[in-house]
């Protein structure tokens, strides 16, 4: 019922930029979802790097705040995260993730969500 479409990933140098998209597909308005956004490096757990949720609020990981910033735009239904001054332990598979309305659980909480995208590759060369 709800379909994530990650876009956006690539090969940059340290220090460098990427923005990723999430497209969203369902018969709800996104406006309706809470968003985020989640990384795992080869070798390692996932976790959460940033989100939205259904009110605005954006939650963000100690490691990339100042660098990362999460946006939604409910209108084109899409999920973005501009990733700036990257660097290589940003490395990882990117998934954007959803779940309906509101939750107690953090953003950054991947109980939270119960759909996902099938990732996009960030790779951070130094």
């Known amino acids: 019922q709800v379909q994530l479409v990650e876009s956006g990933g690539g090969s940059v140098q340290s220090g460098g930029s990427l923005r990723l998209s999430c497209t969203v597909s369902s018969r709800y308005a996104t406006s309706l979802y809470s968003m985020g956004w989640f990384r795992q490096a080869q070798g390692k757990e996932r976790e959460g790097v940033a989100a939205?949720?259904?009110?605005?609020?954006?939650t963000y990981a100690d490691s990339v705040k100042g660098r990362f910033t999460v946006s939604k735009d409910n209108a084109k239904n899409t999920l973005s995260l501009q990733m700036n001054s990257l660097k290589p332990e940003d490395t990882a598979m990117y998934y954007c993730?959803?779940?309906?309305?509101?939750?107690?659980?953090?953003?950054?909480?991947?109980?939270?969500?119960?759909?996902w995208g099938q990732g996009t590759q960030v790779t951070v060369s130094s």
């Open positions: 939205v949720d259904s009110s605005g609020t954006t």
């Open positions: 993730a959803a779940a309906w309305g509101s939750s107690p659980l953090s953003g950054t909480e991947q109980r939270r969500y119960n759909h």
